[in-house]
């Protein structure tokens, strides 16, 4: 396994992406080095911030990915492959600042106010209008810059007091800006301060890929944009949504419109949960039958889900149905302590999480399945 610290570059590039609840990067090395073996490929249909890929690649383990998050899938694709040059990251943030005109100074409302500063907000109008970063590598390393640095404590990042990891509603950071008397944003430069971040990033270079490819990650379903393989995978390492709980889209809502893939406000709106247990299992079949079609009948299954009984019900009988030569195993405890949520400041308390194992049955080796009760 190689060194994640800070003193090297896949410690730097792994921790991009503040996204809410995402793998804690110890877990995703240990499963991967316990079922997964190099040149094999791995595949995570729901990738969010993209440790698996990330953490595949660095293994020299090949693999394919998807989210329907261009958040998550932004910083997916670059942690996995940024633009290799920092001095044209750089340029692209200068031309960025240099395209802005008066109108990208006009905040919309009240929130935007209080949330940026002139100079910041018009940064974002510019990046909103000019980064093509669905298709070009240079434009999403730099969105990818900009929405990781959109929001944090004051001095972190380019807005007022905010979380890092999950937008709050505005109208309760505007209570809460003005009660606790932060009614000014702080003055920043937007392209300095981003640029001495993206030489942050790259101070140890970028991560090489043991002459595998780069993980191939789609934009969209897992249904229909997971991506071909020329081989099947040998193990699926993945965390779905929950059922009932946020879809991503809510609590990602400010880095969406920095994206211009949002309103410039949320809507909140309740689709955005899974409320309709139905439609949560017609997704998650289709999704998993898309995984399933790029797998061995020997693959492994790995994952982890919601402890509530009707996400772990709808996800156990979708699993049970579509891999029935496989023997399921259930964790109910694992990693508790250390998730990257907490270590971004979110101090709640989640919701108790489960690892399910399925395993083929003529795999089972001893030391595989430690920890886990037979489901
Ligand atoms: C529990 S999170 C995964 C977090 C991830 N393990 C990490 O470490 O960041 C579930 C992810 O599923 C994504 N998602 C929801 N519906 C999806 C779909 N139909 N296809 C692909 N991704 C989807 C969400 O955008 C979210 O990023």
Redesign the pocket.
Known sequence: MPDLSFSTAAGRWARMGP?Y???PIPFVSEVIRLFAKPRNIVI?????????PFIAMTNGIMAIA????PV?WIYSKTKTDPHPSLDEVKRRIEQIREAVTPHDYQAEHEFQELAFCPDVLAFINTSRRELDWHKCRLDRTVAAFLIQHLHDKIGHGLSNQMRHSRAMSPGYCIRWWRNKGFDRPPEIEAHTFLKRRADWRYAKGIVGTKRIPRPSIGL????N?LPESAFPAELVL?????CNVT??RSDNWLRLWALDEGPSLPDWNPDQKFTDPENYRN?LSD?FRSTQERSYEQTVWYI?SDARLQTKEIITETLDGLLPDHRSYENPAPYQSATQTALYGDRNTKPGEIDLLYMPKRKRRRGFTRGFAIA
């Open positions: 996204y609840a995402m793998f995570d249909p729901f990738c969010g911030r993209g440790t698996v998807a989210d329907i998050n998550a969209g379903s897992a249904r944009s993945t965390s779905p949504p929950y879809n991503y997704m999704c982890r």
